[in-house]
């Protein structure tokens, strides 16, 4: 499995190890949801512009429709299937496939994201990508923050979300608050436009 959060590379090192696959006359196919419409049809790409085929599929079992011929199997944007997944990844791997899946770990809030932690213990390799954080420029960005208000688990976009480090990242009380506050003093300026308020220093006397 390839993990991360957004813009870690999680759908470039898919595709490479499916061309890897290729490059060894392997048979190979790479499934994607059809939740995620970011990328064009019958495609999966990304954000470097690397570009493969794909198969897109509405269901998780819609996967064993197609693969009966390919030995390597591509899953990108793993975490947008339903839990039927699970189900189906087994079926496939009693079938001998070798299956390269790529998607979040956490979601918006920070928490297990859909049937990830569940295909996290079946796999026997975990690769977790990191990202820079849009907000400090660590190279350790492991968080996916959402910048607009929404209680939706899925939303799909690159617009609404930055990479972000733990230190940085806001979970959705605390960036919902800071948004609340910025709003408020936006208010209150556009209200009392001539009005500035300040401090002056205390003044000390010398004995």
Known sequence: ???????????????????????AYLPTVIFRPDTDTRSKPDHVESRNGLV???????SPKDMLK?????VVIGIDEVQFFD??????????????KKIISSGLDLDYRGKPFGPVPHLLALADRVDKLLAV??????DFACRTQRTVQSSETILVGDSEYEAR?????EPPSE????????????RSNATNPDLVVSFAPPVTTAN
């Open 1 to 23: 499995m390839i993990i991360g959060c957004m813009s870690a590379g999680k759908s470039s090192e898919l595709i490479r190890r499916i061309e890897r696959a290729r490059l």
């Open 52 to 58: 493969s085929q794909a198969i897109v599929v509405k």
């Open 66 to 70: 197609f693969s009966s011929q390919a």
């Open 83 to 96: 839990n039927e997944v699970v189900d189906v990844v087994l079926t496939l791997l009693r079938q001998r």
């Open 133 to 138: 954080c849009i907000r400090c420029g660590s």
């Open 165 to 169: 480090c733990i230190d940085c990242f």
């Open 175 to 186: 960036f919902q608050l800071r948004l609340n506050l910025e709003a408020q003093e936006e």
